[in-house]
Nanobody, 127 residues
Framework: VHVAESGGGSVQPGESLRLSCVIS????????IGWFRQLPGQEREGVSC????????YYADSVKGRFTISRDNAKNTVYLQMNSLKPEDSAVYYC?????????????????????WGQGTQVTVSS
């Protein structure tokens, strides 16, 4: 399966962005999808993940209440709506896909559980 992210950019604090993740496989609901972010020299951090057909979601504490993950199976796309962005949200954001080998929270905490990764999209939040 191939994964491709888009939607990054530069915004001011308090503004919003919506990231999109297109999955090449038409059976999107079979996959767990995760959004991760990474700063140079740091480990990849799980931001939000969503399970397959049950749409169980997980959010990191740092984004809870501000970010929303959703999926549109008809478009093979998973979205990450990011509101009230903060400078500390700046990073390269990656989308990843794999089967459900563990709970959604566990999958989000262990990026190596995801086998398919996109190329990343830069998000910069600065005044």
């Amino acid at each position: 399966v191939h994964v491709a992210e888009s939607g990054g950019g530069s915004v001011q604090p308090g503004e919003s962005l919506r990231l999109s993740c297109v999955i090449s496989d038409s059976t999107l609901d079979l996959y767990y999808i995760g959004w991760f972010r990474q700063l140079p020299g740091q480990e990849r951090e799980g931001v939000s993940c969503i399970s397959g057909s049950e749409d169980i979601t997980y959010y990191a504490d740092s984004v809870k209440g501000r970010f929303t993950i959703s999926r549109d199976n008809a478009k093979n796309t998973v979205y990450l709506q990011m509101n009230s962005l903060k400078p500390e949200d700046s990073a390269v954001y990656y989308c990843a896909a794999d089967g459900g080998w563990a709970t959604v929270q566990a999958m989000c905490g262990m990026s190596p559980l995801f086998g398919a990764w996109g190329q990343g999209t830069q998000v910069t939040v600065s005044s």
